[in-house]
């Protein structure tokens, strides 16, 4: 499988993005997915996870309420709404995906995922 972030940029503060994560080789209905940010001089960090085939979404607590996760397996693509930025979250971001999971599996942990897209630069401006 292939994972090909894309929507970043720069922003202002309390403004919005939506980054989108296309999966090719396979449909996107194969995998549990999740959202990852690695910010300058920090450790990766978990954002987002959705399940593979119930949706349900998990959220790390700096996120919680302002980001959305979500999936369209008809365009093969997940997504990750960003409203109200904060400078804290500039970081790159990056998609993730395990193949056949289970339909209720997600995972905070990178070392859960198998597949990794490039990631995509947010930068959010105070």
């Known amino acids: 499988v292939q994972l090909q972030a894309s929507g970043g940029g720069l922003v202002q503060a309390g403004g919005s993005l939506r980054l989108s994560c296309a999966v090719s080789?396979?449909?996107?209905?194969?995998?549990?997915m999740g959202w990852f940010r690695q910010a300058p001089g920090k450790e990766r960090e978990f954002v987002a996870a959705i399940t593979r085939s119930t949706s349900r979404t998990y959220y790390a607590d700096s996120v919680k309420g302002r980001f959305t996760i979500s999936r369209d397996n008809g365009k093969n693509t997940l997504y990750l709404q960003m409203n109200s930025l904060k400078p804290e979250d500039t970081a790159v971001y990056s998609c993730?995906?395990?193949?056949?999971?289970?339909?209720?599996?997600?995972?905070?942990?990178?070392?859960?995922?198998?597949?990794w897209g490039q990631g995509t630069l947010v930068t959010v401006s105070s």
């Open positions: 080789g396979r449909s996107s209905s194969s995998y549990g």
């Open positions: 993730a995906a395990r193949l056949l999971s289970g339909p209720a599996w997600y995972s905070t942990s990178a070392s859960g995922y198998d597949d």
